[in-house]
């Protein structure tokens, strides 16, 4: 599901930070200008937070080998093939075989966003490899930005932007109510992890990059 973010301000507005300094109380709904930067720093901060804990947004990426070249680091920077990636999940060759890296001799990580392969498994896989690796949502960078969550998540990132902000405000009610809402976050995660109300089917359909490049 696809929410605007001027309309998950709104949400705040009208839900849990309302009567706060964040709303404008010259409209119902609305948060004050001046609120906004602060608010999409946070928001970008749980989007992160959300799905690096959830494996919701998986990307692909072809890995060529390089003769006498055994280790490979994976560049994450912006622009580059692994933005935002969180970690590998595994990786095809192009006899259809899938190999989990770490369970796998051949296939070591000395590093979150390095690969190293063994000089055998080079040898038989001389193409390369193609990889799949799960990534974080990428960064709303204006207001005029989309979030992209299961529905049911987005009142958790809703909890999560609430709680940090009113326990910066400082203050013992504030703070208090902030680690509330901040704890009521971390419940819903919980409770989605155990009913796994959360899948990739939710808001990816199902990639076929593996079976369209001959990897499956």
Do not use: W
């Not at 709104?10 to 709904?29: E, I, P, Y």
């Not at 259809?96 to 498994?121: C, D």
């Not at 902000?165 to 919980?190: F, P, V």
């Amino acid at each position: 599901m696809k929410l605007s973010f001027e309309d998950f301000l709104s949400k705040l507005a009208r839900g849990q930070l309302k009567n706060t300094a964040a709303t404008d109380d010259r409209q119902d709904g609305i948060i004050a200008p001046k609120y906004e930067e602060q608010l999409l720093e946070l928001t970008n901060q749980g989007l992160t937070d959300i799905t690096t804990k959830k494996k919701l947004f998986e990307n692909f990426a072809t890995l060529t080998f390089v003769d006498g070249q055994n280790l490979y680091v994976l560049p994450t920077d912006a622009g580059e093939e692994y933005e935002n990636m969180v970690r590998v999940l595994e990786v095809a060759t192009a006899d259809g075989r899938k190999h989990t890296p770490k369970s796998n001799a051949n296939i070591l990580m000395p590093s979150p966003e390095s690969l190293r392969f063994s000089t055998q498994f080079m040898k038989t896989y001389p193409e390369g490899v193609e990889v799949r690796f799960q990534i974080s949502h990428p960064e709303v960078e204006t207001v005029t930005g989309e979030i992209n969550l299961p529905k049911h998540l987005f009142e958790a990132l809703v909890l999560y932007v609430a709680g940090l902000y009113l326990s910066h405000m400082g203050g013992e009610e504030n703070t208090a109510k902030g680690d509330s809402y901040y704890g009521l976050y971390l419940r819903m995660l919980n409770d989605d992890t155990i009913d796994n109300a959360s899948g990739t089917s939710e808001l990816v359909d199902e990639d076929t990059r593996f079976q369209d490049r001959g990897f499956v």
